[in-house]
């Protein structure tokens, strides 16, 4: 059967009932066809079919994977199905899935009034700089009236504005390259790395990956596994090579007798913190609580900061437009008051 993919909501949702569903003492079965009989017909088909799958021994994150689900979800549940902490983990993954999914909807909400703004003084700007303007400069340099202080901003954002379009075109092509024949020629350590060095969106990326690795690491030592089984079934999980090998390279150089908070703190896209935390929990010997803790603390952190800047955003976005909108105006009042005072 063709899925129509599910949105992010939806996957999130799905999980979150099911996690809610397990922790009442619902087999995943049983659970799967109580969520689905609340479902459109479409998804209730898609549900059954992944039931039959299921009932023939598929693991239930290659049925979630057939359905098209985030791969980061999907991680989850595999994980999940080694620790044995199956409603805890989908309860964990599905509630920052929706958090991102809201993140993204209220920017998309912040911007929608100040773009529609930014289209309408666009043409604003295109008939004034175009029909008006011209015809008064004309009018007042006849008179002897000089160019205003808001006549030279209408002016040299007209000089100006399409320079930056171009800059950044010319920045989103010479990307597109080095994405191509570069970035994606790196390892995917690598790639990370690089990603997490950009401004702003770095930030919340590294607390993105240090949320996820040490949550999953958390949820798999509480499982009574150890360090090492831990990273044997990171390293296996190859639906996500960025966390696979991560594993592998810590895996590798323990082996060679280096300490694992020393390892994790070589890594540029984990919080700097992350390495004392662990260190912190291996002496004390609560390193899954401690684990646990932190990766909660990460995502308070990235909640902050995308709440932070969301607010910085249309704030930013309304002065410039105000101020350009002021401008077009003044550009052409000024001089008449001008003409007014000497009448």
């Known amino acids: 059967m063709k899925h129509r993919k599910w949105a992010i909501n939806e996957q999130a949702n799905f999980l979150k009932r099911t996690g809610e569903l397990l922790a009442r003492g619902y087999p995943i079965a049983a659970a799967i066809e109580s969520i689905a009989f609340q479902l459109p017909l479409k998804r209730r088909e898609e549900l059954y079919e992944s039931l039959v799958e299921l009932k023939k021994g598929t693991p239930f994150h290659l049925a979630l994977h057939n359905l098209g689900f985030n791969k980061d979800l999907i ?11 199956f409603a805890d983990a989908l309860l964990e993954g599905s509630e920052l899935a929706l958090l991102k999914d809201r993140d993204v909807q209220k920017l998309l909400k912040l911007l ?11 043409c604003l700007f295109i008939f004034i700089e175009n029909t008006l303007l011209p015809r008064f400069t004309t009018l007042f340099a006849s008179l002897g009236l000089e160019e205003n202080f808001f006549t030279k901003v209408i002016y ?5 504005f399409p320079k930056a ?28 790395s690089l990603l997490a060095h950009i401004p702003i969106a770095g930030r919340i990326l590294k607390l993105l990956f240090t949320h996820y690795f040490s949550i999953q690491l958390s949820f798999l030592l509480s499982g009574g596994i150890s360090v090492s089984e831990a990273l044997i079934l990171f390293e296996k ?27 994790l703190g070589s890594f540029s896209f984990f919080e700097k913190e992350f390495p004392m935390i662990v260190k912190h929990g291996q002496e004390n010997g609560k390193l899954e609580q401690e684990l646990l803790f932190f990766s909660k603390h990460c995502v308070s952190l990235m909640e902050g900061l995308i709440e932070k800047w969301l607010k910085t955003i249309q704030p930013v976005l309304y002065l410039f437009i105000g101020f350009l909108v002021v401008s077009m105006y003044l550009a052409i009042l000024l001089p008449m008051f001008h003409l007014l005072d000497g009448i």
């Open 156 to 160: 040299a954002f007209d000089q100006y």
């Open 75 to 85: 991680g989850y549940v595999y994980f999940a199905e080694q620790h044995g902490s």
């Open 165 to 192: 379009i171009g800059a950044v075109f010319l920045t989103l092509l010479l990307s597109a390259v080095y994405y191509f024949f570069v970035f994606r020629k790196r390892s995917v350590l690598q790639q990370r």
């Open 112 to 122: 929608q009034y100040p773009l529609l703004l930014i289209i309408i003084t666009a």
């Open 237 to 263: 999980n190859k639906r996500q090579p960025f966390y696979s090998h991560i594993a592998a390279e810590i895996k590798n150089r323990l082996i060679t007798g280096e300490k694992l908070d020393t390892i």
